[in-house]
C-alpha cells in the first residue's frame, strides 16, 4: 500500500473511489490476496492522507462490490472472488448506493413493456451507431415537447435540447454563460455534481442563506449587487439534498429579482416529474431568463443520460447546441431513440407512476423505524435528510453501517461553505430492495441510539 498515496491522488476520481479502485487492482495483481488484513480505517487515513469518512465511505463501497468484508472485533479482510460469468455481473457490483437514484422497477408487467422498447429500437441499431444531430431530431424533440407539457412547459422546438444527462447539460450551459474567475450563485446547500462542475470550470461558487422555504429572496438581492454574478443555479422541486419544495410565492419572488437583474437562472428540475402536484417550474414565471433541465434520471432512469432542457430562447438554443458539440459532441442516439419510444407509447408514464408508488411505500418504512433521530422528507423522495444527535458523528455512524448496504452521504458533500457535518442523506432507492430496507433501517435506527447513549 506503499503506492496508494501516489495512486489515489493522480486517479482523478474521487478519493473514497480510488481507495476502492486500489483496492480492486491490487486483488486482481494478487498483491492482496483472499484473508488478506486491511489497515483499520484511521491507520489507512494517515497512510494516505485522507479522513476518517473519506476512508470509511471507500471501505463501504468496497463491501457493496463484494470485493472486502468487515468483521467487528476482527477487522476488514479481502473475499474470495467468484467467477464472474459476464459483464453484466461486473456492472451489478460496481452500483453506487451513495448515488439519490429512484428505485428499480420490479412489476414483471411494466419489466416487458421495457424489454419490448428496447427490442424495436435495436431493429435500427446501425443507423444509431453513427454521428446524429447533437441535441435530437425533430421526432425526439416532439417527444421531449410532449414530457415537457406534463410540468406545463410548451416552449417552441427550436428552444428544447435533448442533452446528454442534467451533469453533462449544466457543464454546457456554464461555459456558455461564465469564464473561470466568475461568480455563480446558488443554494447553500446544493447538488454536488454542481459544485464539482464550478469547481472543474474555475467558477466561484457563492451559497445563499435558506430558510424552510428556499433562498431568500434579499439575499438573492444583495449577492448580485456584491457579486456581479453570472447565473444563478437552483433546484427548487424535492431539493437534494433536503427534500424541501419552493412554494409558487417564494417562485414569484425570486424571479422578480432575477428579472430586475437580467440573472440568467439555470433550473435543475430532476424531480419536478416524480412529485404529482409540483408547483410550476421556474421556467414558468421566468422563461426569457431561464435553462431549464428536465433530467431522466429520477424519473425513468440513470443510465438513460438524458434530460429534456430548454434555452431561454432559439439564440440561446443553439449556443447550448455548441456547448453540447464541445464537451460531449452529443447525446445517445440509442438512448434517444429508446426514450422517445417510451414517451410515445407510454412506457415512461408507467416508469414514472411505478417510481412515485414505490417511493411513498419506502418513505412509509422510514417515518415507521427511525425514531431516534429527526428527518425532513417528502413522500416522493428518494431520501432522507437526518439530523445527527449531538453526540453522533457522522464518521461514527458511516463506519457503523459499513457492512449494510444503504448510501449514506455527509453535509459537507452538499455545503457550500466549511463546517461540521451535523446532517446525512440517507438514500432509500437505487438496487436496495424494498424486502431488506425495515432491517437495514432498523440497524441505522439502533446504531443511531447506540452513538448516543
Known amino acids: 500500500m506503499q503506492n496508494w498515496p501516489q495512486r489515489i491522488k493522480q486517479s482523478g476520481r474521487p478519493r473514497y473511489l480510488a481507495i476502492v479502485d486500489c483496492i480492486a487492482q491490487d486483488m486482481k495483481d494478487r498483491v492482496l490476496l483472499p484473508g488478506d488484513q486491511l489497515p483499520p480505517q484511521r491507520q489507512l487515513a494517515d497512510i494516505i492522507g485522507a479522513n476518517f469518512t473519506t476512508v470509511s465511505r471507500g471501505y463501504t463501497e468496497a463491501i457493496n462490490r463484494g470485493l472486502i468484508a468487515s468483521h467487528v472485533g476482527r477487522g476488514t479482510f479481502v473475499l474470495p472472488q467468484k467467477t464472474l460469468s459476464s459483464s453484466d455481473e461486473r456492472r451489478a457490483l460496481a ?3 451513495t448515488m439519490n437514484a429512484p428505485p428499480e ?12 422498447g428496447l427490442s424495436a429500437v435495436s431493429d435500427d441499431l446501425v443507423h444509431l451507431l453513427r454521428y446524429q444531430d447533437p441535441i435530437g431530431g425533430s421526432v425526439d424533440k416532439e417527444a421531449a415537447s410532449i414530457w415537457l407539457s406534463m410540468r406545463g412547459l410548451v416552449p ?11 451533469h453533462a447539460t449544466m457543464l454546457a450551459i456554464l461555459t456558455v454563460l461564465a469564464r473561470p474567475g466568475d461568480c455563480v450563485l446558488c443554494e447553500e446547500i446544493t447538488y454536488s455534481g454542481f459544485k464539482k462542475i464550478c469547481a472543474q470550470l474555475g467558477l466561484k461558487l457563492v451559497g445563499l442563506p435558506m430558510d424552510e422555504h428556499g433562498i431568500l429572496p434579499d439575499a ?9 454574478p453570472r447565473a444563478l443555479y437552483l433546484n427548487p422541486t424535492l431539493h437534494n439534498p433536503t427534500t424541501m419544495i419552493v412554494p409558487q410565492d417564494r417562485r414569484l419572488e425570486i424571479a422578480q429579482v432575477i428579472k430586475r437583474h437580467n440573472l440568467p437562472l439555470i433550473e435543475d428540475d430532476a424531480y419536478g416529474f416524480v412529485l404529482p402536484d409540483a408547483p410550476p417550474p421556474m421556467a414558468a414565471s421566468a422563461p426569457e431568463l431561464t435553462w431549464y433541465i428536465g433530467g431522466l434520471a429520477k424519473c425513468i432512469g440513470a443510465g438513460l443520460r438524458l434530460a429534456y432542457s430548454v434555452a431561454p430562447n432559439a439564440r440561446s438554443g443553439f449556443a447550448l447546441e455548441n456547448g453540447i458539440r464541445a464537451t460531449s459532441v452529443m447525446s445517445s442516439p440509442v438512448s434517444m431513440a429508446l426514450a422517445t419510444r417510451w414517451v410515445l407509447d407510454g412506457t415512461a408514464d408507467q416508469i414514472r407512476r411505478f417510481i412515485r408508488k414505490e417511493t411513498a411505500q419506502r418513505q412509509t418504512i422510514a417515518s415507521e423505524i427511525i425514531t431516534e433521530a429527526e428527518f425532513v422528507s417528502n ?6 435528510w437526518l439530523r445527527l444527535p449531538e453526540s453522533v458523528t457522522c464518521a461514527a455512524l458511516m463506519a457503523n453501517m459499513s457492512n449494510h448496504e444503504i448510501g449514506i452521504t455527509p453535509e459537507s458533500g452538499f455545503r457550500t461553505a466549511e463546517g461540521e457535518d451535523r446532517f446525512v442523506r440517507i438514500c432509500l432507492g437505487g438496487r436496495l430492495p424494498r424486502e ?5 433501517l432498523s440497524h441505522l435506527n439502533n446504531q443511531i441510539w447506540q452513538l448516543s447513549h
Do not use: C, K, S
Not at 413522500?379 to 432522507?384: D, S
Open 220 to 228: 438573492l438581492e444583495a449577492a448580485i449587487q456584491r457579486h456581479a
Open 95 to 97: 452500483n453506487d448506493l
Open 436 to 440: 431488506t430496507l425495515p432491517r437495514t
Open 156 to 166: 417552441n422546438l427550436d428552444r428544447i435540447a435533448v442533452t446528454p444527462g442534467a
Open 105 to 116: 422497477p420490479t412489476d414483471p408487467e411494466l419489466l416487458e413493456r421495457m424489454r419490448a
Open 379 to 384: 413522500p416522493h423522495a428518494f431520501n432522507i
